[in-house]
């Protein structure tokens, strides 16, 4: 009967995620654009390579990544390469302040609640997830390092190259 | 009976503990500076190196020594 009650109470203590994984179909979450909290809809970029990043302020290689980010999307964008960053501070007002002081051209979703991070499995800070054309999540990059650059860009460049 | 459920209860709460686990996009407050083991490392260097100095006989902060029992 003892093993019975732990093995119950061990089964009802288990809370079973459902990750993400490579060629699955990106889902939606309920972050927010600007001060009019306009939701986020992934499925306006369906024929475009997003890459998803989830960053916050506290999180120095996210930030870090932003100026090559940057880079990378006002040179791709016209061959159909998007950013989506997705902010997970808790106050998303630290979020504002930064971009008011270091603007990036990509948008800036808000997720305060962390309800994204928590659909895609985040495993670490910054994560991008690489979509292409037909909304399947392709590559999952994990964490920032200069060295990841040349990577990153040949991702993208490999997804723009596909139909 | 009662004492199982009892003992189960406590065992639950005891699993519940060691379930939490802070997820990567919840390490804000964690990655504050005031949370750090040595949130001024300079002020930590200074004092440890003045503790050093003066407890050089001792061994310092670290344990050192050869082995032969003169620290």
């Known amino acids: ?163 | 009976m009662n004492n199982l459920l009892k003992y189960g209860v406590i065992f639950y709460i005891l699993i519940s503990c060691s379930a939490c686990s802070v997820a990567p996009w919840e390490r804000g407050n964690l990655a504050r500076r005031d949370m750090s083991i040595t949130p001024n490392p300079a002020r930590s260097s200074l004092r440890s190196h003045v503790f050093d100095s003066k407890e050089a006989s001792a061994g310092g902060a670290g344990a050192v020594g050869g082995g032969c029992g003169c620290n």
Request: aromatic share 12%.
């Open chain 1, 1 to 163: 009967m003892r093993y019975i009650v732990i093995v119950v109470f061990l089964m009802v203590s288990y809370t079973p995620v459902k990750a993400i994984e490579i060629n699955e179909q990106a889902v939606s979450c309920p972050a927010t654009v600007g001060v009019e909290k306009i939701p986020l809809n992934l499925q306006q970029y369906k024929g475009k390579v997003v890459y998803l990043d989830f960053w916050a302020t506290w999180c120095p290689p996210c930030k870090k990544s932003m100026p090559f980010l940057n880079t990378l999307r006002n040179e791709l964008q016209g061959q159909g390469f998007e950013i989506i960053a997705i902010n997970v501070d808790e106050k998303s007002g630290e979020a504002s302040d930064f971009l008011k002081k270091y603007p990036v051209d990509y948008l800036t979703a808000m997720d305060p609640k962390g309800v994204c991070p928590q659909l895609y499995d985040v495993m670490a800070m910054p994560s991008a997830y690489f979509i292409g054309r037909k909304g399947k999540i392709r590559y999952i990059h994990l964490g920032f390092k200069e060295r990841d650059e040349a990577e990153i860009r040949q991702r993208v460049l490999e997804l723009l190259a596909e139909q």
